[in-house]
């Protein structure tokens, strides 16, 4: 991880700048991430040690194998079960973003994860894993870094790493359903992070690093203040991302008959079947770790174990409702050549899962 050190000029100011913004960044990162993620799953994680499962249901479609038809309840059901599942750490990622936008020292930024190299991808990584967050809810936080100067790859690399690479996840992988499944998470995950990292940079062209903005504490006369400052790129943040998050919400959760019809249960793992639920899930949207109950409900329905390899893959790194609010940030050609990947790395998984016979 890159250290923090203090540029020269007005040290004092600087130092006051590094200590407020690190030290304001701090509290709201490590109490919200205890009350909305790391004591949660620790819970969770006695509970499966506790049952030998993973508790809940399939988010998609509960008990059965079928998810409801296309309707406004279906679209209704779903946003609610998702919102009831992910509203508080969406709430700490806004809190989050709109820290980062306002308070970081952005020439910290700038160092760190501001430079098109693999180092920064990797520092990006690194920092994405005590989040834990899901696609969407880290998703403010990407545009937070972007707009304070982080490079297009490690912006990626940070989008990717926090769903992808979940330690959490891995962990209930490793109780539930097994070590292979887990280890199969860890090493396509890491290919995923990498080559959508790699991706990234590559295709970001004049959109590679956003030029610098200018440094926290050097406001001009008449600026807000730094605590109205918060205030207004929070507001912005929920009134740019949130209404069009919604409104896909809610029209993946009416569609999800269409996107996970009932026959994939019983189609083995027919190939073209295989590259459809890839694309599907791909751009379906789930709470943190909502892959394992869906996963599992269809296996009792006699879902193909290749199957469950390309979702094990692609339910999480990635939805339709993040790639709109990344947009903002990052070029169209860049979100659909990562969902690609993503997709492909999916059905390459599930090849290895039926080739390896899990």
Request: hydrophobic residues 55%; proline residues 6%.
């Amino acid at each position: 991880m890159a250290t923090i050190s203090v540029p020269g000029g007005d040290s004092a100011k600087r130092k006051l700048e590094y200590i407020r913004g690190f030290g304001v960044l701090l509290v709201i990162a490590v109490v919200g991430l205890y009350i909305v993620k790391w004591n949660p799953y620790f819970q969770r994680t006695v509970t499966i040690l506790d049952t030998h499962g993973y508790p809940g249901l399939s988010i998609i479609s509960g008990k059965s194998v079928a998810p409801p038809a296309l309707s406004w309840g279906a679209a209704l059901g779903y946003a609610r079960d998702y919102f009831n599942a992910i509203w508080t750490a969406l709430v700490l990622g806004l809190l989050l973003a709109a820290t980062i936008e306002t308070l970081v020292p952005r020439d910290w930024i700038a160092r760190a994860l501001g430079q098109p190299s693999a180092r920064s991808s990797v520092v990006a990584g690194a920092i994405a894993l005590p989040g834990m967050m899901c696609t969407c809810c880290v998703a403010p936080v990407v545009v937070g870094f972007r707009k304070s100067g982080a490079a297009i790859g490690s912006a990626m690399a940070f989008a990717l790493s926090n769903p992808t690479l979940n330690p959490a996840v891995i962990v209930f992988l490793l109780f539930a359903v097994g070590w292979q499944w887990a280890l199969l998470r860890v090493g396509f995950g890491l290919v995923l992070v990498a080559g959508g990292a790699l991706l990234a940079s590559r295709l970001g062209g004049k959109d590679l690093v956003l030029p610098q903005p200018q440094l926290v504490g050097s406001l001009p006369a008449g600026s807000d203040n730094l605590v109205v400052r918060w205030f207004k790129s929070l507001g912005r943040l929920i009134i740019g991302l949130i209404p069009e998050y919604v409104v896909i919400v809610l029209l993946l959760g009416a569609l999800r008959s269409s996107l996970f019809p009932a026959a994939i249960a019983h189609s083995g793992n027919n190939p073209l079947v295989m590259l459809g639920v890839a694309v599907a899930a791909t751009l379906f949207v789930i709470p943190t770790g909502g892959e394992i109950p869906i996963i599992q409900t269809l296996q009792s329905f006699g879902l193909g174990s290749g199957m469950a390899g390309v979702l094990l893959l692609t339910l999480a790194p990635l939805s339709l409702p993040s790639m709109a609010m990344l947009s903002r940030t990052f070029p169209l050609r860049v979100l659909a050549a990562v969902a690609g990947l993503t997709a492909l790395v999916g059905l390459i998984c599930g090849g290895v899962v039926v080739v390896l016979g899990l």
